[in-house]
């Protein structure tokens, strides 16, 4: 992995830490069989999103305030369009062009497995498919050993609802930022690697976000926090 850049962002809050929950998605087959249909994709999207949802006011799962989606200041110099996930704090920024940033409260993976660095998304899926990794099966082969052969789509399904892939030049890293059938896993350490989003919260962001744009992944030493 390319080390993460420092960017000039500073922290303010403690992290409230969320029960971590032991099932974390990493990747999904490119040339999946089947695909939902637009119909079936809007069933389920409502299916996961509360009845009035304000994205950021809603709250049906119970997370902390904080965690809720919010708009906040952002520093100059800051490449609109880019995100910034702070693993101190579990934030997400997603870098505005008019001098302000959506915040959201994320999970990010579990003891070692976090994996700081700058990537480029390449890749957007909706209702993504998900195959666990041979280094997870290898890892915690009671847990994925069955699902070898993936899993369909859907709001069970590990990935979620939207998933955004990361990549370091042409390489896929099989890290996602992505949505969350665990949704108070929010605030905690509970994936594989990924990052992950209450998935009414990704639907919200993934037609922000621009193929191509950059995810800094920051290691947790770095100061950054709720104003960027």
């Known amino acids: 992995m390319t080390g993460c850049r420092k960017t000039a962002l500073t922290r303010r809050h403690f992290v409230v830490a969320a029960a971590a929950l032991f ?6 087959p490119l040339l999946a069989d089947s695909w939902p249909g637009a119909a079936q994709e809007a069933a389920w999207d409502a299916e ?3 009845p009035g949802f304000d994205l950021q006011s809603s709250n049906p799962w119970g997370l902390h305030p904080r965690f809720l989606p919010q708009r906040v200041e952002a520093r100059a110099g800051l490449v609109p369009g880019d995100i910034h996930v ?3 704090a579990r934030y997400l920024y997603h870098i505005g062009d008019d001098g302000t940033a959506m915040r959201y409260g994320v999970a990010i993976a579990r003891g070692n497995l976090y994996e700081p660095g700058t990537y480029t998304i390449r890749r ?8 666990p990794t041979r280094s997870m099966i290898a890892r915690d082969p009671e847990i994925y050993a069955d699902l070898a052969d993936g899993m369909e789509p859907g709001p069970t399904n590990p990935l979620g609802s939207r998933a955004l892939y990361l990549y ?4 896929d890293t099989y890290l996602r930022i992505h949505g969350s059938p665990h949704p108070r896993s929010i605030g905690g350490r509970a994936s594989s690697g990924c990052v992950r989003m209450v998935m009414a919260h990704i639907n919200a962001l ?10 800094h992944l920051h290691p947790p030493e770095d ?6």
Do not use: F, L, M
Not at 124 to 131: F, I, R
């Open 23 to 28: 099932s974390p998605p990493v990747t999904e």
């Open 124 to 131: 957007k899926v909706k209702w993504p498919h998900w195959t």
């Open 48 to 50: 996961v999103t509360p």
């Open 223 to 228: 100061n950054v926090g709720p104003h960027v």
């Open 168 to 171: 370091v030049g042409d390489r």
């Open 86 to 88: 702070d693993a101190i």
């Open 206 to 215: 993934y037609p922000q976000v621009e193929i191509g744009s950059t995810a």
